[in-house]
């Protein structure tokens, strides 16, 4: 690891996409052994200190890893200052993020771009209110675009693995 790399996702209420995102990357930073990588997640428009949704929570556990200790934030300008890197849902979110903190625009990136097939579907739609399919679907776009993202990390040496992985 060459310094702390803060890393922040955001999505429209914290409820569902960012939370999966955040502690799916916690999961595999664990899992290779990294330490000094901040993650965290924040909603253009949450309430702060809810629960994730149950679905998403559900979602969670069935990729081994748990959502229960998430409670939601509002994201604020002082989040995306602090950020090296800020990964969004959707397009819209670009604007709200940029207009909460304008001179952090350049490190504001929408997750699908890590995925193999970012280009071609850009958005990550937000699964509330739908039924659980919805949510594993989404999870399987959230997936790949971290996995994607970590790839990125490493092979850019921003993050590197400890010695013998």
Partial sequence: MIGKMKILFVCSGNLCRS????????KILADEG???????SAGCWAYN???SSEAAQQVAAENGF?????LTR?????MVAQADLVAIM????REEVVSLAPAEGDKVVLLRSFAPDGSFMK???DPYGAGL???RHVFRLIKESVEGLYRHLVASGKVRPPKGR
């Fill in 19 to 26: 939370p999966l995102a955040e502690w799916y990357l916690r």
């Fill in 34 to 40: 990294l330490i000094g990588v901040e993650v965290s």
């Fill in 66 to 70: 748990q959502l229960s200790a998430h």
């Fill in 90 to 93: 959707e397009e819209e979110q």
């Fill in 133 to 135: 399919n919805s949510f």
């Fill in 49 to 51: 200190g809810a629960p």
């Fill in 123 to 125: 958005n990550i739609p």
């Fill in 74 to 78: 509002q994201l604020t300008p002082e």
